[in-house]
């Protein structure tokens, strides 16, 4: 059941929270007003207060070898997969908002998603305090994000049938002139069709991992060093470019994302018939240019660092500093206070005998940027030392 909404076209949409009844019931305790876990003490008298590294991933979209490619590819469900990576973000979200209700207090963690080696994204998340692990296998399996968007089932415009933009008016139907509904209007429309579903149902796999770590363990330091190396890499590093079969895979779920709709602002809502929110001239399905979209993101368009607000309990402005004078130091350089006053700036008129061409001074600080940042990835890769295997392996193949 969902909120109704008669006759609107702006304002904030509800939803109503009643859960699905197809999802397992979600256990909670009474909040408390601390971001602490529960403290435990041996035999000796000795307190402690335990950690967790829990990884989740997502469903299976068919088998897959070793290297993550499709064992057939005619059966592996690219559309559920990519619309599940467009959407991962929300889930994690959702998870995290239930892991608080049922912890009863504010856990704080550090996460950073990644994609595995079938290119889904999963998730590493290091959480402040402790849970019995039947407890976070039930918190995963009643986690899920409804995606309440109009439907994309028929394609209405594609080729040369595209619509047409009228200034004043909107994108209109080229053949009858009628114009198409707004993103409101179709919103609209969705929340009076009582019998109306989600567009997608959003969902993690049976594969769940869950660790116990205190601090000042080794433990910790390995979860640290393998949630660290992933600050640098992208996406797309997953792809092994001597891969044929892992290269055809990229390939085909790019296809599968290409004409799905990333956003409410995204182009492809005028393949379905919809005008995207806030259109605008010259949009065309299938070149949209949001992050999602892009080959070396695979359709994960979220944050790949989530933390916590009190997960440090630093602000912004100290976590900058922070990076300033790792970065300083990592490349040798003194950390020096600048005296505001030692230079004077003033704007540069064109023609100035001083100032290089724009091309010259573009492909300067892009050299300096690519110095810094192999210099960089040199001293992580010896910090780092050997990754994934400190770690109990997570099946890439689901059944």
């Known amino acids: 059941m969902r909120g109704n909404v008669l006759g609107r076209t702006t304002g904030r949409r509800s939803r109503s929270t ?6 397992p019931d979600l256990p909670k305790r009474t909040m408390s007003n601390t971001t602490l876990g529960r403290t435990f003490a ?29 064992v057939d590819p005619s059966t592996y469900d690219y559309a559920q997969a990519a619309r599940d990576a467009l959407h991962f973000s929300k889930l994690v979200d959702r998870f995290v908002q239930n892991l608080r209700r049922v912890a009863g207090f504010d856990a704080q963690y550090f996460a950073t998603v990644e994609p595995q ?37 028929q394609v209405r415009f594609e080729g040369d049938h595209l619509p047409v933009w009228a200034d004043g008016v909107g994108y209109l139907d ?16 969705l929340d009076q069709d009582d019998e109306a579903e989600p567009l997608h149902v959003l969902t993690f796999g049976p594969q769940l991992d869950v660790q116990g770590v205190l601090a000042g363990t080794t433990d910790a330091d390995t979860c640290i060093r393998y949630l660290s190396k992933y600050l640098t890499k992208s996406i797309g590093d997953a792809i092994d470019p001597d891969d044929s079969a892992q290269r055809e895979h990229a390939e ?26 806030n259109a605008k001239a010259g949009m065309t399905p299938g070149r949209c240019r949001g992050k999602a979209h892009k080959p070396e993101h695979l359709g994960y368009a979220g944050r ?9 309990n630093k602000t ?75 770690l109990p392996a997570i099946s890439e193949e689901a059944a």
């Open 117 to 153: 080696k079938r290119l889904a994204p999963h998730l590493h998340m290091a959480v402040r305090g402790h849970l019995p692990r039947v407890e976070i296998k039930q918190i995963a399996a009643a986690t899920y994000h409804q995606v309440w968007w109009p439907s994309v089932d």
């Open 174 to 189: 080229p053949a009858t002139g009628e114009v198409l509904p707004t993103w409101d209007e179709a919103l609209d429309e």
């Open 42 to 70: 041996n035999a000796d008298g000795k307190t402690f207060r335990p950690s967790m590294f829990i990884t989740l991933t997502l469903p299976s979209y068919g088998r897959v070898r070793k290297n993550g490619a499709p």
């Open 316 to 390: 912004l402005t100290e976590h900058k500093h922070d990076r300033r004078t790792w970065v300083l130091e990592a490349l040798g350089l003194p950390d020096e206070p600048v005296d505001p006053h030692r230079y004077v700036w003033r704007p540069v008129k064109p023609g100035d005998p001083g100032l290089d061409p724009i091309g010259a001074r573009l492909l300067r600080s892009v050299h300096e940027r690519q110095r810094w940042r192999n210099h960089l990835r040199e001293l992580e890769a010896r910090a780092a030392g050997p990754p994934d295997e400190d």
């Open 304 to 312: 790949r660092v989530l933390v916590s607000r009190k997960w440090s």
């Open 18 to 23: 009643r859960r699905r009844q197809d999802a």
């Open 252 to 277: 085909r779920l790019g296809n599968a994302l290409r004409y799905e709709p990333c956003s409410p602002t995204c182009p492809n809502w005028l393949r379905y018939g919809i005008q995207p929110k």
